[in-house]
Nanobody, 115 residues
Framework: HVQLVESGGGSVEAGGSLRLSCTASGAKMEQNCMAWFRQAPGKEREGVALLSANDYIFYGDAVTGRFSISRDNAKNTLYLELNSLKTEDTAMYYC??????????WGQGTQVTVS
């Protein structure tokens, strides 16, 4: 059974930074595509960043140049560095694993609030 647990969310002023972490159990992150999604109240879920098993990285247009995704294989942990935060970045952020054909495991989410 795969479990993803996010941490690191919080409240920050606009222009500030946060680092989100996602620790996995039951599977090795380096063997799968991993991603961060977010969802704000009343808005559709949005892909933020993706890191493939062969280290290909993709960022959503809204965060390119401000957010950075990375992975520590020894700790089996995925990170998302959030810089130059804007109020529109306020959302619940989810760590997600990519399966063979779809995103198959989701964490419980960590809240980021920018004021």
């Amino acid at each position: 059974h795969v479990q993803l647990v996010e941490s690191g969310g919080g409240s920050v002023e606009a222009g500030g930074s946060l680092r989100l972490s996602c620790t996995a159990s039951g599977a090795k992150m380096e063997q799968n595509c991993m991603a961060w999604f977010r969802q704000a109240p009343g808005k559709e879920r949005e892909g933020v960043a993706l890191l493939s098993a062969n280290d290909y990285i993709f960022y959503g247009d809204a965060v390119t140049g401000r957010f950075s995704i990375s992975r520590d294989n020894a700790k089996n942990t995925l990170y998302l560095e959030l810089n130059s935060l804007k109020t529109e970045d306020t959302a619940m952020y989810y760590c997600v694993r990519g399966g063979e054909s779809h995103f198959d495991y989701w964490g419980q989410g960590t809240q980021v609030t920018v004021s």
